[in-house]
């Protein structure tokens, strides 16, 4: 178990539980991010933030600080 | 049919991406406008068309992921769709569309449409980008399990366009809400029990939002409205929800998708294996930490480019034609206020509005480009984190980087971002960096004062670090804004990356055509009416204390021998004019106030007459300083300016300080009226512009005084 911000790219994982602000878990929500969905970190951005992901068959951009409320396994 | 005359209203909802404006357009063709919805800053646009001799209204609600709404602009919509606005009738029918390849994260927002109360129909798109990854759909199943009539198209080749028309006519004749899902009996239960305390006027769909959205826009207006005793209700509740197992805002998720999932997984059939598809080949170049950042780089200097070198021509020609015409005027016309008003205030106001028309068609085609396929999302993912330093996001690149061209496009620009704090912070900053309109100020006084005598790096020094000062204030405000004015929660940065795809010449020049008609139609007018107010102020009075005219004088000047002292003549007349008029009084009485930046009167009041745009001081500057023609003649004025500063006390010794203050203060200040009448029509409020005015004059009047001060210590 570990969160979304320390995988990766090209690492895989399944999101185990969303934390972190009510506005962005919802968010998080409405984007597919959803217990049980498998991801992929596709990318890092060169400035090192933030991240790129695949959820389902969409490309999603999150800062990492986002990511970090993630928990993935 | 309820009777064959009315009017059918529907509203189409989709998330951003989903190819809900090609629809839009494919669906209304020209026959479209923008709506006018109090309190909304985004644009909502309306079209119509006839559907088997029925006429049908479409109202394009902007992109959304969800009815959660969390800003003012989100709530309009979900109001519209419950029919809570004045400006239109409930929708008839909703029309929601979804990218075939998404299909489950796409009929999220669908599932909540289904709680609106109102016949759905469901428009599935991209149906042939599915094809492609080898997802197949069996459409006649998924209308059955969702309980709404569903279609396949390809919006971009008007395909299935017609099966859309007969089924929404269909859906507004049997008219038969369909039912979501339902969300657990605790949930239910908290929201009869606010629903009696919130009274009817609420209907039970915003009751439930209430209790969903946390910190949300329906909680921030209900709470306000009710008082804290609401917000203690609603804390209690979410506890309880929480002790009971149905946390907020997870609840309803869970209970949406293990409705869809299900649906989906009947009715959708994929590959094992996900295909590597063209966005993944593309996506892996340009992620790349060497040819991605190369891309990147390339990119947006051809757009900065662009923007510069074939916009100029174009204004240039803009420019003469008008200047040209306004001779013609004065050449045809008796001298008097109307031919003055004719040549000097409106054919060269027409004209100093549509100068602004290249820039603005330029740069909207390459943001409709980049839109189109996909790269502006990429370039916002790249530069967030520099961004990000000064409380914006990466979807202020773009309007920053156009800026500097032209803050007029850059303001207009802002439009991609869908934070309204992070969008109104990009708007006030954007006049800071340094423009083109810069240019001929700084290129008349560096040439004036810090090329000969010195190395030949200097001028170009000067140049750079004139720039540097926008480059380097701008993020400083910016930041100061975010934490002060524009204070508030911390925006959620997730975006969606989309698909790389070819883009459509035709909605390219589309956007092109609104972005143009936008800023003529709707700007245009009050910056015409500015330039003709400033106008006024220089031409009046027009006689002199004798009660001369100024243009019998001049008429009789010209007729003097030889020309050269007709010449001198004339000029002098124009000279004392500018000084008698409106304009030149201010300037003198404002006198004191310009001084310690180390300027007199007629540097004061050529910085006044350039408020309606910076590259009019450089003119004004000109006639009062008796040169003639000053318009095109960069040098002359040059020449003039050296030659008056020598003979003066305080400029003769102190030359280049002021020439610099004189730069710092134009690079500083608002003296723009069509980027300040651009950032009215963007944000829908003159408070915003006004206060744009406010802190920039006062920005450039602090950072002239020092300059100047330190200068004068330096000097002396």
Known sequence: ?73 | MNTTTRTLTVALVGNPNAGKTTLFNALSGLRQRVGNYPGVTVEMKKGNFTAGGVPVDLIDLPGTYSLAARSPDEMVAVDLLLGRRPEEPRPDVVLSIVDASNLDRHLYLTSQLLDLGEPVVLAVNMIDAAQAQGIAIDFAKLSAELGIPVVPIQANKGLGLDEVQTALLAAAENGTPPRGPTLPVEFEKEVAVLQVELGNDVPVFLTRRLLLDVGGYVEQWLVQKHGSALRQHLEEARQRLAAAGHAVPGVEARARYGWLRPIVNDCVTKPAVRPVTWTDRIDSVLTHRVWGTLVFLLVMFGVFTSIFTLATPVMDQVKDGFDAAAKGVEGAMDPGPLRSLLADGIVKGVGGVLVFLPQILILFGFIAILEDCGYMAHAAFLMDRLMSKCGLSGKSFIPMLSSVACAVPGVMAARVIENRRDRLATILVAPLMSCSARLPVYSLLIGAFLTEGYAFWVPGFALFALYMVGFTVAPLVALLLKRTVLKGATPVFVMELPAYKRPMLRSILRRMWDAGFAFVARAGKIILATMIVIWALQYFPNADANGVKYEDRIAEAESSEPAEEAAAKKNAINSEWKRDSMLGRVGRALEPAFLPLGWDWKIGTAALASFPAREVIVGTLGLLYEVDDPGEENVAVQDAVKKEWSTDPIRGKYGVPVALSIMVFFALCMQCASTLVVIQRETKSWAWPAFTFAYMTTLAYVGALLTFQIGKLVVG
């Open chain 1, 1 to 73: 178990m570990t969160t979304l911000d320390q995988l990766r790219p090209g690492q895989q994982g399944t999101v185990q539980a969303l934390g972190g602000d009510p506005g962005l878990v919802q968010r998080l929500y409405e984007l597919g991010l959803f217990e049980g969905e498998s991801i992929e970190v596709l990318a890092l951005a060169p400035l090192g933030d933030p991240i790129e992901i695949r959820v389902g068959n969409a490309r999603l951009s999150l800062r990492k600080a986002e990511a970090a409320g993630i928990q993935v396994s």
